[in-house]
């Protein structure tokens, strides 16, 4: 077994008492044997510490920190991983046991090769028709406008290194699309498994969910950050732009064509005209 092959699996975990076993799970049944497994506590509440004390002996390191947020805990355990291998997992989400083996096997054949990503399972918490989203990959100039890969992903750490880490100061959410492009920015490409090997929980109040709801000022914020690539590959940029735009358009448009849109109009309609008249 060759010793560059080491993988270390970074899991940071905030107050997720209920789920960080699976994800230690999935870290530990991987095919690939050669890994080691690093939780990093970001300040979680009693319940969540007394969960990972009953896990110690599952993981290589837990390390505890106060509540500085995923960028911070993520660079905290990579900083410590002896892996020249990085595979950052969420701990409420887990991997198919094949992954790591699959993507290893991606980067010893690919030189261009700087992240490797797959698709994914998406499990809703309350809906039940659950479906399989399929991330594209490729070069930086796919990630100029939205995020091309899943948040978990392996990647090397010398390029982690080389590229300035995850930005600390993004505690509301798309730090790891950020990560990407100045990952990418370095050269080479994000490669996509096409099977569904990550299982990711969708849930409300989450880092995801908040930067849902705070996405715009998030987009400002990694726009002007990265204004020099926007304005080198300016045409991609704008194209993918104006494309974003047309989808949101069109999406707009079927839901006011849906017929529960029709009557509820109509429902409304003569409420509307005596609230007129009284105006």
């Not at 290589?60 to 291998?85: C, H, M, P, V, W």
Request: charged residues 30%; hydrophobic residues 35%; positive net charge.
């Amino acid at each position: 077994m060759k010793n560059n092959d080491l993988i270390s699996i970074v899991i940071p975990c905030y107050n997720d008492a209920e789920f960080i076993e699976q994800a230690v799970d999935s870290a530990l049944n991987q095919t690939h044997l050669n890994k080691e497994i690093i939780v990093v506590d970001d300040g979680s509440n009693k319940e969540t510490k007394i969960v990972l004390k009953g896990l110690k002996h599952k993981i290589d390191k837990l390390i505890t920190q106060e509540n500085l947020g995923q960028s911070t805990a993520r660079n905290n355990g990579i900083k410590q991983a002896k892996g020249n291998f990085i595979l950052v997992l969420d701990s409420d989400d887990s991997f198919e046991n094949t992954f790591c083996s699959k993507a290893l096997s991606l980067f010893n054949n690919n030189s261009d090769i700087k992240l490797v990503t797959c698709y994914t399972n998406l499990v809703f918490e309350k809906v039940s028709n659950n479906y399989v989203y399929k991330p594209k990959g490729g070069t930086i100039e796919s990630f100029l406008t939205s995020n091309s890969a899943l948040g978990s992903a392996i990647f090397k750490k010398e390029d982690w290194n080389n590229c300035g880490c995850y930005d600390e100061a993004m505690r509301n959410g798309l730090e790891d699309w950020e990560f990407y492009i100045r990952l990418l920015s370095l050269g080479g490409r994000a490669e996509v498994i096409k099977e569904p090997l990550y299982n990711y929980r969708k849930r409300e109040n989450t880092t995801t969910s908040k930067a849902n709801q705070a996405k715009y000022d998030l987009f400002k914020y990694i726009f002007r950050k990265h204004k020099d690539l926007n304005i080198r590959y300016y045409d991609s940029f704008m194209t993918q732009l104006v494309s974003k735009v047309e989808k949101e358009e069109k999406e707009k448009f079927k839901n006011r064509e849906r017929i529960e849109f029709k009557i509820g109009v109509s429902i409304l309609k003569p409420f509307r005209w005596i609230k007129g008249i009284f105006k």
